[in-house]
DNA sequence: ATTTATGCAAATCATTTGCACATAG
DNA sequence: CTATGTGCAAATGATTTGCATAAAT
């Protein structure tokens, strides 16, 4: 049975109070108010509240990970500049879980990630051109 | 000005013969005939080579990333026990680059990966049930 | 009391990089 | 000749793991 740490209550906290970030974010957001609780910790407490489905896993193509408060499906658009994550509301395709592939394959699931680059960082390159 | 060297040549060709392979699996493909080819070289020109589209650069959500030796747009099921890449052809959803999004925001491109059990894994653990 | 969780440090895995030497053009 | 590429080993970054200790139930 799982218990119900107050480690595992500052992460689930901070991912709710942060909406999308990594697991080093979420550590240094922790570490600020509770500077014993370890990463380790954190990655474990993570993987353990995404798979209780009390928060969602966002896996990256490049860099760290990020984990998001919402767990409803939907896709994201992350910045190839600054990796930030942006929500792609409005768009799921779920019927893309029933693709035909040969038999005998099974199709659990499928990942959509939007890369592109986000209003500030857009902002910052052309001052740079200037 | 890019040089053909022996080493491009040789990962090329281990790519074109492989099909879909992680830097590692082309790396030991090419030093059973070529021991001095080190993997630093192989990593080097998997990425000119896919700079130069001449190979595609599949980015996993998890473990290795994959090379193809096709470059037409298509998407890829990635079997989550085993890690091998199946191609997913007949479908490439070109218009998705322009879904809406904030203006200031610029899309410029997508990934979709899908996840599943291939056909000998799914044999494999029914085996194990049995 | 027993099992689950924690903190720490070390390990792992994929990939990148610095640098001295080699070689394609 | 000289810019580009190579091999090696070390560095990097994200994440995981072993282990002794702590704390939830």
Do not use: W
Not at 66 to 94: A, N
């Amino acid at each position: 049975m799982q218990r119900n740490t107050f480690q595992r209550q500052v992460v689930l906290s901070a991912v709710q109070t942060l909406c999308h970030a990594t697991a080093d974010e979420i550590h240094r957001f922790v570490a600020a108010s509770h500077p014993g609780i370890s990463k380790a910790t954190v990655y474990r407490n993570l993987g353990l509240l995404s798979e209780n489905g009390q928060i969602s896993h966002i896996e990256a193509t490049s860099g760290a990970d990020y984990f998001d408060c919402t767990t409803s499906p939907h896709y994201h658009l992350q910045c190839t500049e600054c990796g930030k994550i942006f929500d792609v509301p409005f768009l799921y395709l779920g019927e893309l879980n029933h693709i035909p592939v040969d038999p005998g394959f099974t199709v659990t699931g499928h990942t959509v990630l939007f890369k592109g680059v986000c209003a500030l960082c857009n902002n910052n390159k052309e001052r740079k051109i200037k």
